[in-house]
């Protein structure tokens, strides 16, 4: 009986602390955050003395990067005190404080090359080759990084970026490799051109960009396409230093147009070490006018389709399917070849190896220029001779010539577009211009003015 009324006296006092401590919770007098520290003490202790540990490394670390960082800064003032340092392509400390490389500020910050916002990783490598005229160790990936600070910065270039620096064992082991004539390219020949987009809703909306750059690899038939607001000469350089980014040809033709013959595209020929020609020639760029007629195929089957002529939007993708699509030339998709040029250049090589037809020292005539619609009883080869004086084994072959007063002719002809000839013995005379004594002053027919010439009267026949 004891017992139990022990154990009673124990539940009572058990329930009147839980009244009294509910009472208390309820009324918000209880310590309730004494009561959950209490709780929960073995849980907080331990990540309160991580939180401690962290806060000291962390200070610590903070002071170490702090230093590093003046290292850092004070290991690039000392690459300017070498003995070796490169004073042609190399970084160049102003009077101010302030690094330059070529074109652009150049700005060294935690283990970083920061150039007009792009940052490169700073490693020895690459240190060595931006600082010394015989760096000694770096790796395939310091030179790409190299290559592309150089093109950026155009410090391997001259001042007005007309031709690559020339100068020294740097541009001999390294520069030179980096931009050889062609070197590392999958495309030996390209043909450029520019297409003017004809646009049903022209008048009602001339905010529509109507210019379209673009560039086919004659070998692979790989195409780009940029879409142009103009055909300035500083648009198209814009949007071609676009599709040079990730590869550069060594020959470019173009038309001789004046959007790529001005200052600025030249400078941009001379960036990546690019040969840009013009055929003067009727027959130019087919490859591309063949892609032009194609894109423009696929555009107008996707305006009717889509119910509108916007065809900004869907230039990416219809270029795209043209660079996926298999070519009947070639036997593959242009993006396959691209892949594996070798065998595409093989085989036009085979297709275009053609026989030497002329010989230099023959007289020729060059075909006339017909249009669509002119007669077809004009005679289809010029009146004047020419000369051949230099044959280019190009593919196909073309022939340089000279007129009888020994001038050259502007550009290359092909086979087809001139004719082997004798010198006829009599020229005819398209007007009498005007006569002096026995003499006269003649225009010859088929000749422009810059071959009048005085003949003695008597040599004249009617």
Avoid at 108 to 118: A, L, Y
Avoid at 342 to 361: A, D, H, L, Y
């Amino acid at each position: 009986m004891k017992d139990e009324g022990s154990i009673l006296d124990e539940l009572v006092k058990a329930k009147e602390n839980i009244k009294r401590k509910y009472i208390e919770l309820k009324t918000g007098e209880a310590n309730v955050q004494q009561l959950l520290s209490q709780t929960f003490k073995p849980i907080i202790d331990p990540l309160t003395k991580i939180s401690d540990t962290n806060h000291s490394t962390s200070n610590e670390k903070n002071n170490s990067e702090s230093n590093f960082n003046e290292n850092y800064q004070q290991e690039i003032e000392n690459w300017f005190h070498s003995a070796d340092l490169d004073k042609t392509y190399g970084p160049k400390k102003l009077s101010d404080g302030n690094i330059i490389l070529g074109e652009k500020e150049v700005k060294f910050i935690e283990q970083s090359i920061v150039i007009d916002g792009n940052n490169y990783p700073s490693t020895p490598g690459l240190i060595q080759l931006l600082f010394l005229k015989n760096p000694l160790i770096y790796s395939d990936n310091d030179l790409e990084v190299y290559k592309s600070i150089l093109i950026q910065t155009s410090a391997h270039l001259t001042l007005k970026s007309k031709k690559i620096k020339k100068t020294g064992s740097k541009y001999k082991d390294i520069i030179r490799k980096l931009f050889p004539s062609g070197g590392h390219l999958s495309m030996k020949l390209q043909k450029n051109n520019l297409v003017y987009w004809d646009n049903p809703n022209e008048l009602v909306d001339r905010l529509r960009l109507l210019l379209a750059s673009k560039a086919a690899d004659c070998f692979t038939k790989f195409a780009w396409a940029i879409a142009l607001k103009s055909k300035t000469g500083k648009e198209v350089t814009n949007a071609m230093s676009k599709i040079l980014i990730d590869r550069a040809p060594k020959l470019l033709q173009l038309d001789n147009g004046k959007e790529f013959y001005n200052t600025n595209f030249d400078n941009l020929m001379a960036k990546y070490n690019i040969h840009k020609y013009s055929t003067f020639s009727i027959v130019k760029a087919c490859i591309v006018e063949r892609f032009n007629r194609t894109l423009k195929e696929k555009m107008f089957r996707e305006f009717t389709a889509r119910g509108s002529h916007e065809w900004i939007s869907i230039l990416p993708k219809l270029v795209n399917e043209y660079n996926n699509s298999k070519h009947r030339t070639i036997g593959m998709t242009p993006v396959q070849a691209d892949l594996n040029p070798t065998s595409v250049t093989i085989k036009q090589r085979e297709i275009n190896n053609e026989k030497i037809k002329f010989k230099v020292g023959d007289n020729v005539r060059i075909s006339t220029q017909k249009g669509v619609f002119t007669k077809g009883y004009l005679p289809n080869w010029s009146t004047e001779i020419f000369e051949i004086i230099k044959i280019n084994k190009t593919l196909p072959v073309t022939y340089q010539l000279q007129d009888y007063t020994g001038k050259p002719i502007a550009g290359c002809f092909y086979s087809a577009e001139i004719h082997k000839t004798e010198h006829p013995n009599e020229y005819l005379i398209e007007k009498i211009i005007r006569k002096k004594q026995n003499k006269m002053l003649v225009k010859w027919l088929g000749f422009d003015n810059t071959h009048n010439s005085w003949i003695n009267t008597r040599d004249v026949k009617i």
